[in-house]
């Protein structure tokens, strides 16, 4: 940076002078007589070639001063600060509140090396696109007072075949001069793909580099590097092994209350009609990213403009909404709703039966959509148990097929939603009646040669526990319909449900939770 304004003086001064040399010819009338067409000459060539040299500096990647080139938000101060932090992070309150302990880690690293702990050197965000990865780690530096250097996985293969390795290396190097860093990779799976998937050395080499860089740095340096992807399950093992991205954060699409949040963000500047509400806008966008919410309150702002108005009315934001949706081909918002309310009831169904026969401990609820799920129940991580009770594994099936059972009673009909839920649950149950022993069949160990021809016995005892565990369901989700109501009802309104609003519920409704499996 600072060479280059060097150079943009030098250029500038030297015009000047080549300027005061012309008008000098001409009108100064002791005149410079001194000065010849050669002299001016020589002026104007110097300073063209410091010009085509400071265009040349500017555009060429290999010189350009590393990772400003793709800095997607334009708020850095100077020298790769950034002055965003969590205040520009709407929502992600979980998110930022697991964030707190590696700032503390980058603010105080004296107190946690003197006791010999080590600064831990990769997170890992994944999860869909625009969901505020990139922002999260800006708000980190920015948090931390850190350099930023943004790179892109992408860009490493692409634009600069052959000196990805290179590239990765200086980029650390630029890391440990400035230290404290943040190294931001987007698209980290651009480089850090399973290396057998395709092979391709120049990837290769550069996820190699990389792996080595984050071996190789010490305490004395506090580096972090945040990665950031849409597809976890691409990554090689080797980039997720401890002491490399050993930390993985889920940053998924934001809940209503987020929604609401975020919308204030984008809008805090633009002039509102008072006919707009935010939590009204919240509840139409069901589904969205941040980015994309982001890219509403600008439309409206721009459709705004285009209808001459002075101030951005609730029409211009459901214009906005509409074509927002419809280029992202998403059926209309009233098809949305109702799917919504069908989603959660199957979800509140899961949660009912998995909380009143104890198999898994729920987390969170949610309805908004992950990945291929439109819902998802999730679940603390259990402890690693190798024992599991046959009464166990009947609950975690009837948990399963909670959802449907939920459907069924409250609609009177079935949906596709179960799909995942049914294969799962079957499993479960093949491996009862095949490896434990746990159907009529009897104590005995089935082997694959012995399914391939008589299916139809094992499909038989398959069913047998199935059918039974989807009676149970039906029955738990039919005795404890209001509880049912009340998740789902509270799941319309606020779309994720933690563990502690489930168990407030239950608590209100103390029903004798006893049922035999
Ligand atoms: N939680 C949020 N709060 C405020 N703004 C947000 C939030 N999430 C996303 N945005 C807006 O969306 C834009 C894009 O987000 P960002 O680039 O961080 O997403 P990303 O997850 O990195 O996406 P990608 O996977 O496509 O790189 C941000 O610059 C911001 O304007
Ligand atoms: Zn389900």
Do not use: H, W
């Given at each position: 940076m600072q060479k280059k304004k060097i150079i943009l003086l030098v250029a500038i001064l030297s015009v000047i002078l080549s300027t005061i040399l012309f008008y000098d010819k001409y009108f100064s009338a002791s005149g410079f007589e001194r000065i010849t067409n050669g002299d001016r000459f020589i002026v104007w060539t110097v300073t063209t070639i410091i010009i085509i040299y400071y265009l040349k500096l500017d555009s060429d990647p290999q010189l350009a001063p590393?990772?400003?080139?793709?800095?997607?938000?334009?708020?850095?101060?100077?020298?790769?600060?950034?002055?965003?932090?969590f205040k520009n992070v709407a929502g992600l309150e979980e998110i930022k509140e697991e964030l707190k302990e590696t700032i503390d880690f980058i603010n105080n690293s004296q107190k946690y090396t003197k006791m010999g702990a080590k600064i831990p050197k990769g997170i890992l965000f994944y999860g869909p696109p625009g969901t505020g990865k990139t922002l999260l780690a800006k708000a980190?530096?920015?948090?931390?007072?850190?350099?930023?250097?943004?790179?892109?996985?992408?860009?490493?293969?692409?634009?600069?075949?052959?000196?990805?390795?290179?590239?990765?290396?200086?980029?650390?190097?630029?890391?440990?001069?400035?230290?404290?860093?943040?190294i931001f990779i987007d698209e980290i799976d651009a480089i850090g793909a399973r290396r057998n998937l395709d092979s391709n050395n120049e990837k290769d080499q550069t996820l190699n580099q990389l792996l080595s860089e984050m071996d190789g740095f010490n305490t004395s340096e506090t580096v972090v590097v945040i990665g950031a992807t849409n597809r976890l399950d691409l990554l090689d093992e080797a980039l997720l092994r401890p002491g490399r991205f050993d930390r993985h954060i889920y940053v998924g699409n934001p809940n209503i209350n987020a929604r609401e949040k975020i919308l204030e963000v984008h809008t805090k500047n633009k002039p509102l009609h008072n006919n707009v509400s935010v939590k009204e806008l919240a509840n139409k966008t069901h589904g969205l990213s941040g980015a994309q919410l982001a890219n509403i309150a600008n439309e409206a702002a721009i459709i705004a403009v285009r209808n001459k108005k002075n101030k951005i009315d609730n029409k211009d934001f459901n214009q906005a909404i509409e074509r927002v949706l419809a280029g992202l081909e998403i059926k209309n918002p009233s098809v949305l709703l109702k799917e919504k309310k069908t989603i959660a009831i199957h979800e509140a169904g899961h949660a009912l039966v998995s909380k009143i026969l104890k198999t898994d401990m729920v987390q969170k609820v949610s309805i908004v959509p992950r990945g291929q799920a439109l819902g998802y129940v999730l679940k603390f991580p259990e402890e690693e148990r190798?024992?599991?009770?046959?009464?166990?594994?009947?609950?975690?099936?009837?948990?399963?097929?909670?959802?449907?059972?939920?459907?069924?009673?409250i609609f009177k009909d079935i949906t596709t939603g179960a799909k995942?839920?049914?294969?799962?649950?079957?499993?479960?149950?093949?491996?009862?009646?095949?490896?434990?022993?746990?159907?009529?069949?009897?104590?005995?160990?089935?082997?694959?040669?012995?399914?391939?021809?008589?299916?139809d016995i094992i499909r038989r005892e398959i069913k047998k526990i199935m059918d039974k565990c989807f009676k149970n369901a039906l029955k738990i989700v039919e005795d404890n319909k209001i509880i049912l109501f009340q998740i789902s009802d509270l799941l319309m309104k606020q779309e994720t449900i933690n563990n502690k609003e489930l168990d407030k519920i239950f608590e209100e409704y103390k029903t004798k939770l006893d049922y035999a499996t």
């Open positions: 590393l990772a400003l080139s793709s800095d997607k938000e334009g708020s850095k101060k100077n020298n790769n600060k950034t002055d965003i932090s980190v530096a920015g948090e931390t007072n850190s350099t930023f250097l943004y790179a892109s996985g992408s860009e490493f293969v692409e634009k600069y075949v052959g000196v990805g390795a290179k590239r990765v290396r200086s980029l650390f190097e630029k890391a440990k001069k400035d230290s404290p860093s943040i190798y024992l599991y009770t046959q009464k166990e594994l009947m609950g975690k099936i009837t948990g399963l097929l909670a959802g449907r059972a939920a459907e069924q009673i995942d839920d049914l294969t799962k649950a079957t499993e479960i149950a093949q491996e009862m009646v095949c490896s434990y022993g746990m159907s009529t069949l009897g104590n005995i160990s089935i082997d694959e040669y012995y399914i391939k021809n008589n299916y």
